[in-house]
Nanobody
Framework: QVQLVESGGGLVQPGGSLRLSCAAS????????IGWHRQAPGKQREVVAT???????NYADSVKGRFSISRDSAKNTMYLQMNSLKPEDTAIYYC???????????WGQGTQVTVSS
């Protein structure tokens, strides 16, 4: 079973930046679609950004131009660089790794991001 371990969350002021990291165990990272999701209090979990094994990215409209997803297959690690943070970005952020066509669908434990002055 793949394990995903997140880090990098915390408290930041509006306009600030954070970088989330998610380290994956196992050998399937290079072929997986990876992504970041978030869930704010009282709201459904939503997709923030995804990146395929060949580098194609997709972002939620609410974060386009501010967030950047990346992956380092040599380190089995994915990142989410978050700039110009807003209070509405406050949520628990989860990383996810999926191998299309298989049952491999793993989630991290979540990391809290709070944007507040």
């Amino acid at each position: 079973q793949v394990q995903l371990v997140e880090s990098g969350g915390g408290l930041v002021q509006p306009g600030g930046s954070l970088r989330l990291s998610c380290a994956a165990s196992g050998s399937i990272f290079a072929i997986a679609v990876i992504g970041w999701h978030r869930q704010a209090p009282g709201k459904q979990r939503e997709v923030v950004a995804t990146i395929t094994s060949y580098g194609m990215t997709n972002y939620a409209d609410s974060v386009k131009g501010r967030f950047s997803i990346s992956r380092d297959s040599a380190k089995n690690t994915m990142y989410l660089q978050m700039n110009s943070l807003k209070p509405e970005d406050t949520a628990i952020y989860y990383c996810r790794m999926v191998v299309v066509g298989t049952s491999n669908d793993s989630w991290g434990q979540g990391t809290q991001v709070t944007v507040s002055s």
